[in-house]
Nanobody, 124 residues
Framework: QVQLVESGGGLVQAGGSLRLSCAAS???????MGWFRQAPGKEREFVAA????????VYADSVKGRFTISRDNAQNTLYLQMNSLKPEDTAVYYC??????????????????WGQGTQVTVSS
């Protein structure tokens, strides 16, 4: 099992940017990795996913054109660059890894390792 730790969250004004990082330890190989987010009172929702070789990326419609997912396998780190942030982006952001599922997934059940989350708050 891989251990994941998110960092980089914080408070930012609308229109600003943040870069989230997810450091992996233990078993570091994964077929794919993704970012999810959850706001109070709402279900966890898919944000973005990336394949092992970074040849394939998938984004939720709500973040297309604003967020960019990337990974550095040599450093065992996943990133999420968030630009043009909106108040509705406020949530706890989680990174996830798929170590047994070979296909990219936009559902939580497609991943078997999860971080503890990092808070992102966007003010008007």
């Amino acid at each position: 099992q891989v251990q994941l730790v998110e960092s980089g969250g914080g408070l930012v004004q609308a229109g600003g940017s943040l870069r989230l990082s997810c450091a992996a330890s233990g078993r570091t190989f994964s077929y794919g990795m993704g970012w999810f987010r959850q706001a109070p009172g709402k279900e966890r929702e898919f944000v973005a996913a990336i394949s092992w070789g970074a040849s394939t990326t998938v984004y939720a419609d709500s973040v297309k054109g604003r967020f960019t997912i990337s990974r550095d396998n040599a450093q065992n780190t996943l990133y999420l660059q968030m630009n043009s942030l909106k108040p509705e982006d406020t949530a706890v952001y989680y990174c996830a890894a798929a170590t047994t599922n070979r296909a990219l997934s936009d559902e939580s059940r497609g991943y078997d390792s999860w971080g503890q989350g990092t808070q992102v708050t966007v003010s008007s």
